[in-house]
């Protein structure tokens, strides 16, 4: 696969669903300047379409203010957080500092470019990039890949600089998500489009520090079914959520990603409010047979 814009890891990660979304656009012939993508997480969307110009700007939202102030500082401070992130030393000993921002009395204790680079840390050195999870490796570092198999300074400093290049284009806001997209969607601006992807149902609560419970759910459905502006939604395919979407476009799609809580080749479904076109783009699962340092489930400790 492409190398991804984004130096953030998730195991939802949705870099590899990009060229759909511009497919999407194109299909509906959809005029969009701007494009709301809340619950951002490694925003590859966003960057993706900013980008290859597809759209004119991206505003992001997002509750964890470690998240917050990493992209903050990759747009406004990025020279600082490169040379800071360059001073790492990628061990058990810098882990075990970092895991102390989770903590929320720890996060007032800080200055942004601090929590920028604990959470880049944490998400370069956690397995899956899962912030809740332990270190690639083990506590023991007994595997062959130890923690910093996925932490290659000069990469992750390359596509902080790529994106830099779209300050004033690319826009972070503290925010629960369904509130900024309320206040976007009453906002006079034109061309708007909304890319969602929340956090998902059922493994919400292993993955994610900010999940949703049922009601969270229910009351996104409820605003999006509302909304007349052009959304496209990205979720797991449970029973739940198909439910409560049964009345829009949906459309399953196989995946390529994989970690303790997901299983090659699982199934996630596409909903909109405008037509979904058919999904071509067939992602085949990267050397199957081949272990990298992500693939040790076995290995995962909270």
Known sequence: MKPTPTPLRYPGGKAWLRNYVESFIHFNKLEVDTLIEPYAGSAAISIGLLQGGIVKQAYLSETDPLIVAFWKAALERNDELIEYISSFEVNLDSWYLFRKYLETDEIAKHNELE???????LNRTNYSGIIKAGPLG????????KIDCRFNKAEIARKISAISQLKGKLHIVESDGLKFMKEMAAAPIDGLM?????PYYGAGKVLYRH??????HVELSNFLKSLDLPWLLSYDNAEFIKNLYEDNQRSPVYTDYQSGH????VKELLISNRLIPPFTLEIPLEQQNKRNC???PDEIEV
């Open 211 to 216: 999940y949703f419970e049922e009601k969270n």
């Open 294 to 296: 992500n693939q040790f």
């Open 194 to 198: 909304f890319y969602v992807d929340p």
């Open 262 to 265: 997901f299983k090659k080749g």
């Open 138 to 145: 083990g506590k023991g570092q007994r595997s062959k890949y």
């Open 115 to 121: 929590l920028a680079g604990a959470f880049l840390f």
